[in-house]
């Protein structure tokens, strides 16, 4: 049976995850991960994508992105994702493929899971081992929201400008939200969906999207279907 191809919603921000085949890592210097955000540029221009946010790990990407179409996102990342394994092949003296089967991509109700969402991918580098404070993650986009660079690649989605009326405001509220961190519950529900790739958000929400989109959004409850009663 075909699979359906990967939901993909206009306007409405998607948690993207794509890891190396077996677990092998995808970047193995810094200038591979510099590599891979150009083309990142590159293609989100082309194809009509908003980056809000990034990290790189070195054996997983993981991104936060708005596409204009229907067809933007799934693009971007088969060109990026070709674009990428042919320099990283041709640098390193490989063959073969780089990721670990199809990407996953969990639809995101922006009221609720578009800032802890920017949150998960800040703080994937502390959970990782990889670094004690954020701010000291040079591969993230964490710089640029907390006022340490500016990168032309991100797209700060609107509730970013609402933390605040100044750049300074906003840099510190932000600031505040990495610091405070996610909690229990909001970090199993980002994990759990980028795990499965269903779409997070309220029963509203889910329901609303499932309306549109004509797909089932969230998993079915356990247990047979209930049986209609006899006349």
Do not use: C, I
Request: hydrophobic residues 40%; proline residues 6%; glycine residues 8%.
């Amino acid at each position: 049976m075909a699979r359906l191809p990967r939901l993909s919603v206009p306007g409405y921000p998607h948690l993207v995850q794509q890891r190396g085949h077996n677990g092998q890592p995808v970047f193995l210097s810094d200038a591979d991960r510099q590599r891979w955000l150009e083309l990142l540029q590159a293609q989100a221009a082309a194809q009509g994508v908003a980056v809000h946010a990034y990290v790189l790990l070195d054996d997983t990407v993981r991104l936060l992105l708005t596409p204009a179409t229907a067809e933007g996102l799934p693009a971007l990342m088969q060109a990026l994702g070709r674009s990428y394994v042919r320099y990283f092949n041709d640098r390193h003296g490989r063959r073969g493929t780089l990721w670990e089967g199809r990407y996953r991509s969990v639809l995101l109700e922006p009221q609720a899971y578009l800032l802890p969402a920017m949150v998960y991918l800040d703080t994937a580098p502390l959970r990782a081992g990889l670094a004690a404070q954020a701010g000291a993650y040079r591969w993230s986009s964490h710089g640029h929201y907390a006022g340490a660079r500016t990168e032309r690649l991100l797209t700060p989605h609107a509730l970013y400008w609402e933390l605040g009326n100044t750049p300074f405001a906003r840099e510190a509220a932000y600031q505040r939200l990495v610091e405070e961190g996610l909690t229990a519950a909001q970090l199993q529900a980002l994990q759990q969906a980028a795990r499965h790739g269903w779409a997070l958000g309220s029963p509203d929400f889910l329901e609303a999207m499932e309306r549109q989109t004509g797909r089932r959004l969230r998993k079915a409850r356990a247990g047979r279907p209930r049986r209609a009663a006899a006349v």
